[in-house]
């Protein structure tokens, strides 16, 4: 258990919606990031977060985004979804912002039908 | 842009058997690289870091190996158990990590 805490676990949803994916990191971890995997993409970056602000974004959509609230739990809204975005979505959280140590949630599997 | 990517998709071994598991980057300014593991359904798992000012690294079990001439690195797991299989995966940055495209480690009894 890495103590990064994703949900929903599952969510199947049509083309044209919207759905939020929430995250809460470890415990003392200020850094929060978002990572999707696909079959033919693999493992990318999305974005990061810090202590609430916005830190690095990676190739994450238009239609995308991404907050940091006070308590630092974390939350990836997706809209206009397609049927690419079919995806496991990652949340990570490390304590600082430059480690490679990143603890992964077991992921949000997203299915656009 | 940039990539870190890897040679063999799957590699089959037997228990108790050594492993090696490489990978190939093309960014001649990486300083850093990193291991994942993934089980199945669950989300990479940390398992050792190298720094480009060292050739080796050794951990429980890993070894990692950087030869920054050709570009490459190696995971190294002795002994390997059932409990490897996973897909192995490297990756290169600080925080915002560049993955491979990961290596499938079957661990046979």
Redesign the interface.
């Known amino acids: 258990d890495s103590g990064v805490t994703q949900t929903p676990k599952h969510l199947i949803t049509a083309t044209g919606q919207r759905v939020t994916l929430r995250c809460s990191p470890r415990s003392g971890d200020l850094s929060v990031y978002w990572y999707q995997q696909s079959l033919d993409q693999g493992l990318q970056f999305l974005i990061q977060y810090y202590n609430g602000e916005e830190r690095a974004k990676g190739n994450i959509l238009e239609r995308f985004s991404a907050q940091q609230f006070p308590d630092l739990h974390s939350e990836l809204n997706l809209s206009s979804l397609e049927l690419g975005d079919s995806a496991l979505y990652f949340c990570a959280s490390s304590v600082g912002v430059y480690t490679g140590e990143l603890f992964f949630g077991e992921g949000s599997r997203l299915t656009v039908l | 842009g940039e990539s870190v990517g890897l040679h063999l998709p799957t590699l089959s071994v037997q228990e108790g058997d050594n492993s090696i598991i490489n990978c190939a980057y093309s960014n001649s300014a990486s300083d ?3 291991w994942y593991k993934q089980e199945s ?6 398992i050792i ?1 190298i720094r480009s000012n060292m050739d080796k690294r050794q951990g429980q079990r890993v070894t990692v190996l950087l030869n920054k001439t050709v570009k490459h690195l190696s995971l190294q797991i002795a002994a390997t158990q059932p409990g490897d299989s996973a897909v192995y ?1 490297c ?1 290169e ?10 290596t499938m480690l079957l661990v046979s009894p």
């Not at chain 2, 359904?41 to 940390?46: D, H, T």
């Not at chain 2, 940055?93 to 990961?102: A, D, H, R, V």
Request: zero cysteines.
């Open positions: 850093y690289f990193i359904g669950k989300g990479p798992q940390f870091d995966f990756a940055g600080y925080s915002t990590l560049t993955f491979g495209k990961g």
